[in-house]
């Protein structure tokens, strides 16, 4: 069956918004473990300095609980995206578990309540803990980014600079020993790689103050209830976080 121009343009949209650069086979294949020094380098723009008025380093490096943090940034004017945003979206799960799993920017439903991956991308997403017989009451669950963003664009420097230091401060008072990316937003923040069908699967080492923590990316809930043949490629992947979780424990 020939399929229409306008089928292979959507399949075509669906993948570059999934950050897919690459075609799957029929098996699914057997990944190895990578440095993220040895993935893919197609660098976002490094850091900048910060401008001496919105530096947020000294306040979070005073920081010592998650209940800190999330005080800090509800009683603090921290970038203009809290102006927009009708709620804080902070964490979701248990604070002292071994799993720490970092999502996407928020979206409307997120922004609505306040809690990360909800409505139907949260029934699939507990769908996929479930596979690896895990619940979110298991896991700590995280966005790469407190706030909504209107427009659905991607962060400017300015907003990379106030913000990504503010998850790296999160991971590190959890201080967990896995970490699973949900979709392109944490591996394009976090890895500094844009290519999703790459690294999807394979265990990473992600650095953070010297400490090395293995971390994994998985694909957006989102984009599988869109793209629902793309199913058993999470399913094998988080088959993957089972054993290693296993290994680790």
Same mark, same amino acid.
């Given at each position: 069956m020939i399929l229409s121009m306008h089928k292979l343009l959507d399949d075509l949209k669906w993948q570059i918004e999934?950050?897919?650069?690459?075609?799957? @086979?029929?098996?699914?294949?057997?990944?190895?473990?990578?440095?993220?020094?040895? %993935?893919?380098?197609?660098?976002?723009?490094?850091?900048?300095?910060?401008?001496?008025?919105? $530096?947020?380093? @000294? $306040?979070?490096?005073?920081i010592k609980t998650t209940e800190e943090l999330k005080s800090f940034l509800l009683n603090n004017s921290i970038c203009d995206l809290q102006k %927009?945003?009708?709620?804080?979206?902070?964490?979701? @799960?248990?604070?002292? $578990?071994?799993?720490?799993?970092?999502? @996407?920017?928020?979206d409307s439903n997120e922004d609505n309540s306040g809690i990360p991956i909800m409505e139907k991308n949260g029934?699939?997403?507990?769908?996929?803990? %479930? $596979?690896?017989?895990?619940?979110? %009451?298991?896991?700590?669950?995280?966005?790469?980014i407190p706030w909504k963003i209107p427009g659905n664009r991607d962060l400017t420097d300015e907003e990379r600079i106030?913000?990504?230091?503010?998850?790296?401060?999160?991971?590190?008072?959890?201080?967990?020993?896995?970490l699973i990316f949900v979709g392109l937003d944490p591996i394009k923040y976090l890895l500094d790689d844009d290519g999703m069908m790459k690294i999807r699967g394979k265990w990473l080492n992600y650095s953070l103050k010297e400490k090395s923590i293995e971390c994994m990316s998985i694909l957006d809930p989102g984009f599988l209830i869109r793209r629902p043949e793309y199913k058993r490629e999470t399913w094998n992947d988080m088959l993957n976080l089972k054993e290693k979780f296993k290994e680790l424990s």
């Amino acid at each position: 069956m020939i399929l229409s121009m306008h089928k292979l343009l959507d399949d075509l949209k669906w993948q570059i918004e999934a950050g897919i650069d690459d075609t799957l @086979g029929d098996q699914p294949n057997k990944k190895e473990n990578l440095k993220v020094e040895d %993935s893919f380098k197609k660098k976002i723009p490094g850091p900048l300095e910060l401008p001496n008025d919105i $530096s947020i380093k @000294g $306040s979070l490096d005073k920081i010592k609980t998650t209940e800190e943090l999330k005080s800090f940034l509800l009683n603090n004017s921290i970038c203009d995206l809290q102006k %927009s945003s009708k709620n804080l979206v902070f964490s979701d @799960g248990d604070s002292n $578990s071994s799993i720490m799993i970092i999502t @996407g920017i928020p979206d409307s439903n997120e922004d609505n309540s306040g809690i990360p991956i909800m409505e139907k991308n949260g029934e699939l997403f507990n769908n996929i803990l %479930s $596979s690896a017989n895990l619940t979110r %009451s298991l896991v700590y669950i995280a966005p790469i980014i407190p706030w909504k963003i209107p427009g659905n664009r991607d962060l400017t420097d300015e907003e990379r600079i106030v913000l990504l230091p503010i998850i790296k401060k999160h991971i590190e008072l959890i201080d967990p020993k896995i970490l699973i990316f949900v979709g392109l937003d944490p591996i394009k923040y976090l890895l500094d790689d844009d290519g999703m069908m790459k690294i999807r699967g394979k265990w990473l080492n992600y650095s953070l103050k010297e400490k090395s923590i293995e971390c994994m990316s998985i694909l957006d809930p989102g984009f599988l209830i869109r793209r629902p043949e793309y199913k058993r490629e999470t399913w094998n992947d988080m088959l993957n976080l089972k054993e290693k979780f296993k290994e680790l424990s």
